[in-house]
């Protein structure tokens, strides 16, 4: 099959070339914009109760004004603040109101802090229906521009910070995290491929061919989302970036790796890249179907945010393959050798490499090499044990000195953390009866005493007074352990609990919000791993036809897995002193190096199972193994992780942990899964690791072991 495509893609290449421009230049024109949201509550199931406590509000309070914004207002001299500070404080405020800044229904002083250091406006806001709205921001934009010469003439300092603010300066801090990703994704790819191959045309050719195709992958995942009603997540254009350039790479790297290898041993150029796509591409195509199904197993996913991406990182890499298998070698084969140029080390292979004295020595001591590499890994995995996960996406990701988060540190200087987004308590009845006052009044009282919340506002009744509003000030920041902790094991319960007969009592609000994903999460570890590692697997035994590879292959992917969330634990918790990691973080690098690192796993065992076909012992073909496949795997895996590295320029701890984790593990899947552990393994289990297809027989039907008076010594055969 493979090979009649490399005849086919080789004899038309200026045909198959003008096909993807024009389906590029189709698609890209026709395609809607893709959009993305930041809204944690959107990704959740309607059956939550934050989400529930929303449809309250929308219901019973639609014109309840949210806290969009919260200037934070103390002397520039550090002291206490006057009666005349606080007069000016209302002025400013009367004044902004008067300014009409769109979406700015108004701007309330607030009481001064019990310490007298600091005082705040409420800016309130409508609630934000479309994520995609921008109006708060700008309102917010408008409001520091005109907040700075209202300032003047007196003793007052002042920030904004709140929802609305956050989500102005993650903007901003996200623009710059794209140009940084994207640029820096390139120019590692381009120096990396300088330093390997020392040809500039091959250095350009992925950034040319992934261009053309990064606008079209981008289109086509903006179609399904229209089509499906799919929201993708606010980090999803960084990641598609380091996807398409790293995996497509990749790709490439296989096949001119395999090219080259083709060039030395005699071949012409065009029979070298019919001979490449013949043993490459069921490689690339089983490893990209890995990757594929480890993504669509995100479909389960309870929250929307993974629901969207895994489609949308599947559609990327289903692109890509395609390309790499018809585009890529069209191009090629229309430069022959002097893709190369200038460069004449393809004409020969180099002897004495690292890859082949490391070849080497696993042909001799295949036990040792298995074992080191499964303690290091295991060791690793230990730090996973530590692992919290963190729901501020916000706080977190923000650079500190952004104003939003400078003005969050001077507000719980005077109020409790929770000020800047209190958590919603809706006490409803049941029986269309209204509410009573002195029960509604005893609620508050309940709440206010449950260990943790701050403040309980005076309730506010609906219009037919049979639902009542309560605002909860938490101790803690909304997103915090203890705040999440504070809503989960006593908030909601003594709610439900308290809630007077005849009424029922619902928590709603953002930490409302966090607690429910982090249910919704735990859901999914339980649903998305398990489906993506059989599907993977599934792969694996049709891919190798046997039954007992899959299994160690697995293995070697689960101590990756947990050695980059141990390792990653260790470097963002303990000496980064974070407060966790981002709570997506364990379901998107479990993704990543499964299903990235059985690509190279895929490689190096379809290179084992060729080279026992050709009749090499189990040791003498791991060996062999690692010195072909070895310049491929490290170099695509250096690459690769080079490019998800870049993710760490955003800024953000969010992407920084994302880049770090991703680059780490893709590391541990080349150089220690798929260059020491599995050729290793393999090298010990033997012909068992084939059962029951054989694999690794000789297409004559010669078994793969060499016959029994032969042995192999550093992948030199001698006679006994």
């Keep these: 099959m493979f090979s009649g495509l490399g005849r086919f893609v080789v004899r038309r290449p200026w045909w198959i070339i003008l096909a993807w421009v024009i389906a590029a230049g189709a698609v890209i024109s026709l395609a809607p914009k893709l959009t993305s949201s930041s809204d944690e509550a959107s990704f959740l199931p309607d059956h939550y109760e934050s989400i529930r406590a929303a449809d309250v509000q929308e219901k019973d309070f639609p014109k309840q004004q949210n806290v969009g914004a919260i200037i934070v207002f103390q002397r520039s ?99 710059k995290a794209g140009l940084l990703v994207g640029v820096g994704t390139i120019v590692i790819i381009v120096v990396l491929l300088l330093v390997i191959f020392r040809s500039p045309i091959i250095a350009l050719l992925p950034v040319v061919l992934i261009g053309l195709i990064s606008p079209m992958a981008t289109g086509l995942i903006a179609s399904a989302n229209k089509a499906f009603d799919m929201k993708a997540d606010s980090s999803i254009q960084e990641l598609l970036t380091v996807v398409l350039f790293g995996v497509g790479t990749d790709y490439i790297l296989f096949l ?12 012409d150029p065009k029979g070298g890249m019919v001979h490449a796509v013949e043993r490459v591409g069921e490689a690339i195509t089983s490893a990209a179907g890995a990757v594929i199904v480890a993504f669509a197993a995100l479909t389960l996913s309870s929250l929307g945010m993974l629901r969207s991406m895994g489609p949308a990182l599947a559609i990327a890499v289903f692109v890509t393959l395609l390309a790499g298998l018809t585009l890529v070698p069209a191009v090629v084969s229309l430069l022959g050798t002097k893709v190369f140029w200038p460069s004449k080390s393809w004409q020969r292979e180099p002897h004495g490499t690292g890859f082949a004295k490391l070849g080497t020595s696993i042909a001799r001591k295949p036990a040792v090499w298995a074992l080191v590499s499964a303690l290091f890994m295991g060791a690793l995995a230990l730090g996973a044990l530590g692992y919290k996960a963190n729901f501020d996406l916000a706080g977190s ?8 988060m400078v003005a969050l540190d001077d507000l719980q200087k005077g109020f409790p953390a929770g000020s800047t987004d209190p ?20 609620f508050r009282k309940q709440l206010a005493g449950v260990r943790g919340v701050g403040e309980v506002a005076a309730p506010r009744l609906n219009p037919d007074r049979t639902t009542a509003s309560y605002s909860v000030i938490l101790s ?49 570890y339980s649903v998305v791993f398990p489906v993506a590692a059989l599907a993977i697997m599934v792969i694996l035994g049709l ?17 990756g897995f947990g050695a980059t969330l ?52 189990p040791h003498d073909a791991a060996g062999t193994a690692v010195r072909h496949s070895g310049p491929t795997i490290g170099s695509a895996g250096v690459i690769l992780a080079g490019t998800f590295a870049t993710l760490m320029l955003a800024g953000n701890s969010t992407l920084s942990q994302m880049g770090f984790s991703l680059s780490f593990g893709i590391l541990i899947a080349a150089f220690v899964m798929a260059l020491i552990f599995t050729p290793a393994l393999t090298a010990l289990i033997g012909h068992a690791a084939w059962w029951p297809g054989h694999g690794d027989e000789k297409r004559n039907g010669r078994g793969g ?4 008076d032969e042995e192999t010594v550093g992948g030199a055969t001698r006679s006994r």
Excluded: C
């Design 705 to 708: 072991a060499r016959p029994a």
């Design 423 to 442: 958590t919603s308590v809706y006490l409803t009845s049941t029986n269309g009866k209204p509410v009573a006052e002195p029960r509604a009044a005893a």
């Design 256 to 267: 001119l790796f395999r090219y080259r290898e083709a060039l030395r041993a005699g071949e």
């Design 397 to 404: 990701s923000l650079p500190k000195d952004k104003e939003s």
């Design 566 to 617: 141990g390792a990653t634990s260790l470097i963002f918790q303990q000496i980064g002193s974070q407060p966790g990691l981002m709570f997506m973080l364990p379901v998107i690098m479990y993704l990543f190096v499964v299903a990235l690192g059985t690509d190279y796993n895929i490689l190096m065992v379809s290179r084992l199972r060729e080279e026992a076909r050709e009749g090499r012992s």
């Design 77 to 175: 001299d550090g002291g206490k603040l006057t009666a005349a500070d606080s007069a000016d404080v209302a002025r400013v405020s009367k004044d902004l109101q008067n300014r009409k800044i769109p979406e700015v229904q108004a701007v309330v002083p607030g009481e001064v802090s019990p310490n007298k250091q600091v005082q705040t406006s409420v800016v309130a806001m409508p609630k934000l229906t479309d994520p995609e709205d921008t109006a708060q921001q700008d309102a917010v934009k408008e409001l520091r521009d005109d907040l700075k010469p209202e300032l003047k003439g007196t003793d007052l300092s002042a920030g904004i910070t709140g929802s609305a603010a956050q989500a102005l300066d993650e903007s901003d801090a996200s623009k």
């Design 476 to 524: 803690d920041p909304p997103a915090s352990d203890k705040a999440l902790e504070t809503l989960k094991e006593r908030l909601r319960p003594a709610a439900h609990e308290d809630a007077p007969s005849g009424t029922e009592a619902l928590v709603g609000g953002t930490t409302a919000v966090y607690v429910d994903i982090n249910k919704a999460v735990d859901r999914d």
């Design 543 to 559: 891919l190798l036809r046997s039954l007992v590879a899959p299994w160690y292959l697995m293995l070697s992917v689960a101590l």
